[in-house]
């Protein structure tokens, strides 16, 4: 299935050059921690996930058509 | 420790002894506590009754890190509740030093005296300026001061805005390079400081004796330690550094919460070219700074400075919140363009934030169209030429609101919510409805929880736990704002908890006390209770803690989420604490 994954700050050198959004073909029921290692995002790496907007972690479950935001721990204010 | 208090009805300057009520207090403990002790609530806040309270955190001056906050008190213009706005910049470690707690400025000279508050290890002296100076924008000011007397003195002014006692006219502070990016934005404290004839306030610490020291070995220790806790966190130690604030336009884009076309939408198209990652590109493109402190000391480094596509020096500290309103609220999408916005501000003296919603209303009104730049900025511009059009947009958003007719006022206690759409981040909501403060994102960061993962999660969506989150961080956030330590010291206090004891050990070791852990809370209840009783005494109720009715009744895209916490729910905020 299909997925559409953004990363963010300094995961953002880990997409095509030049491009804010890429898809990503995953196995079905993969979960973000299996499309993480497909992206190369190291393993011991601290995430913050957004899946269709809504909280999330390396453990959700996807589903064909989502929409994955990953970002390393940021915050500001 | 001595407190100044200056008094422009009369140009004197008295120095006093610190009462034992406020020997344990400082920055905004301080500050609020003097305000409901010496202010009528019912004064005007322009009038000769209200007063400015200046004062630097507790541990302000000293090694410890990022504790270079600065707190100014008063009855705000903008609210007419009381008002703790918070800056950055050389002020609070310049006046730790000197071991001044705090100034208090009263009273009012005659119509058209300004004055130049100096502030050195002698002592305060008054010198008329209102031949000079005056009609000055703050870049002009502190560079017109700096020449004078070098670099590195601190110059505090205020712009035109506050000349012209505008309700949303800031106080500049200055930078470390003496650029006047840091304010105290929020509440129109810049028209108290233009009511009183103070143009501009210079600290020089030439010569003091350095901040108050009980135990000087057991404080670096703990200081020590309390630095690797920030250095250690990933947010405090590597997010911040690398991209500051405006990190968040993408996650809250993301997450459905980043308002847009005056909060009608949680997403704006244009996100990713005003994102922090964006700014970071161009930054080192032109040869900018992407770490840079608001103060000497911080480890946290989250200003930037920002050059225009010549490669010249624009504009420093370009934060989240200014982005977010000058970009996504007002469909802009032209980071120079916001920048040029973020200048204009800095150099008149007015909020960003109160300016980007202000700007946002002005739309809604069809004063100028969404997603025009050039009308935004030659809107700011008016403000300092002082024409009718740039006071009605100084007075900030409701005053334009009602001005122009418009319903549709993002504002609570008549001031503008920030960057953090209320439906869809509801923990942000409750601290915008309940804070002392009028709408405030800083009084109880809910989006720590609700979006970033830091101290734990709360679905930002559910009204679940909401009110519980934004009480226990509005209590801790008093506390913070007391010690002089940036709010942003609060990421790692919340996800560390070794981090809060060290700040404990730093303020006895200091201060020769006793301090434990429960304290902390302690104080933050009492500071929230002092500020609350002083609002009531003012007129405020219950029913001014809430948010204005168009989020309970649209919903807010994509999540479709509306503000669905009841007043009853909001109340239990300060339930126990009235």
């Known amino acids: 299935m299909k997925v559409t994954v953004k990363l963010f700050a300094t995961l953002k050198e880990l997409m095509p050059e030049g491009q804010n959004q890429m898809t990503v073909e995953v196995e079905d029921e993969a979960t973000v921690d299996d499309l993480a290692l497909q992206l190369d995002i190291p393993e011991e790496k601290d995430l913050i996930v957004k899946v269709n907007g809504r909280h999330g972690s390396r453990n959700t479950v996807l589903e064909a058509g989502d929409r994955v935001g990953i970002f390393p721990p940021v915050g500001g204010g | ?578």
Not at chain 2, 79 to 91: L, Q
Request: hydrophobic share 35%; with cysteine.
């Open chain 2, 1 to 578: 420790m001595k407190i100044y208090r200056v008094n422009m009805t009369e140009g004197k300057v008295s120095e006093e002894e610190v009462k034992e009520e406020y020997a344990a207090l400082g920055g905004r403990g301080l500050t609020s506590q003097i305000i409901a002790d010496e202010v009528d609530p019912n004064c005007n806040p322009i009038g000769e009754k209200n007063k400015l309270v200046i004062a630097p955190g507790l541990l302000s001056g000293t090694m410890a890190p990022s504790s270079g906050r600065l707190s100014v008190g008063t009855k705000s213009p903008l609210t007419e509740g009381i008002k703790e706005s918070n800056a950055g910049g050389t002020a609070a470690q310049k006046l730790g030093k000197l071991q001044i707690k705090a100034i208090i400025i009263e009273g009012q000279p005659e119509e058209g005296q300004f004055y130049v508050l100096k502030v050195n290890k002698d002592g305060l002296a008054l010198e008329d300026v209102s031949d000079d100076l005056m009609g000055q924008g703050n870049y002009e000011v502190m560079e017109s001061i700096q020449g004078q007397l070098g670099e590195d003195v601190c110059v505090m002014s205020i712009g035109q805005a506050g000349e012209y006692k505008l309700q949303a006219a800031s106080i500049a502070v200055s930078d470390p390079e003496g650029h006047p990016t840091r304010h105290c934005g929020r509440g129109g404290t810049g028209a108290v400081m233009g009511a009183k004839g103070i143009k501009a306030i210079v600290i020089d610490d030439d010569g003091a004796p350095g901040p108050y020291m009980d135990n000087r070995d057991e404080f670096i220790e703990a200081a020590r330690d309390f630095t690797q806790s920030l250095l250690n966190h990933p947010v405090c130690g590597e997010g911040l550094p690398a991209y500051g604030t405006a990190v968040l336009i993408n996650i809250l884009n993301e997450s459905g919460g980043l308002p847009t076309k005056n909060f009608r939408k949680g997403r704006f198209e244009g996100a990713d070219k005003i994102s922090g990652e964006e700014v970071a590109d161009i930054i080192k493109e032109r040869s900018g700074k992407n770490t840079h402190g608001c103060h000497p000391g911080c480890v946290m480094q989250c200003s930037q400075v920002y050059n225009d596509k010549d490669g010249d020096y624009l504009t420093a500290g370009f934060e989240y919140e200014t982005i977010w309103g000058f970009g996504a609220n007002a469909e802009v999408d032209d980071i120079d363009a916001i920048a040029q916005m973020d200048r204009i501000c800095d150099d008149i003296g007015v909020d960003t934030i109160e300016m980007a919603v202000t700007i946002g209303v002005a739309m809604e009104a069809g004063v100028i169209e969404f997603g025009d730049p050039e009308g935004a900025i030659d809107l700011l511009k008016e403000i300092g030429k002082g024409t009718p059009l740039g006071r009605i947009i100084g007075n900030g958003a409701g005053f334009t609101g009602k001005a122009f007719g418009t319903d549709r006022v993002p504002v609570v206690k008549n001031q503008g919510i920030p960057a953090y759409d209320p439906r869809a981040v509801k923990g942000q909501g409750v601290t915008y409805a309940t804070s002392t403060m009028g709408a405030d994102h800083t009084a109880g960061y809910a989006v720590t929880s609700n979006i970033l993962d830091i101290g734990g999660t709360v679905d930002p969506l559910s009204k679940e736990g909401q009110v519980d989150l934004s009480r226990d961080l509005q209590v801790a956030t008093a506390s913070v704002d007391s010690t002089g330590l940036c709010v942003f010291a609060a990421f790692a206090i919340l996800d560390n908890d070794k981090a809060l004891p060290q700040v404990v050990d730093m303020l006895n070791a200091q201060y020769g006390l006793e301090l434990e852990l429960g304290d902390v809370f302690d104080l933050g209840k009492s500071i929230l209770k002092t500020e609350r009783d002083f609002n009531k005494r003012a007129g405020f109720t219950n029913a001014d803690d809430r948010l204005p009715k168009f989020f309970e009744e649209e919903a807010v895209p994509p999540h479709n989420v509306k503000f669905d916490i009841t007043g009853e729910e909001l109340d239990e905020v300060y339930g126990e604490l009235d």
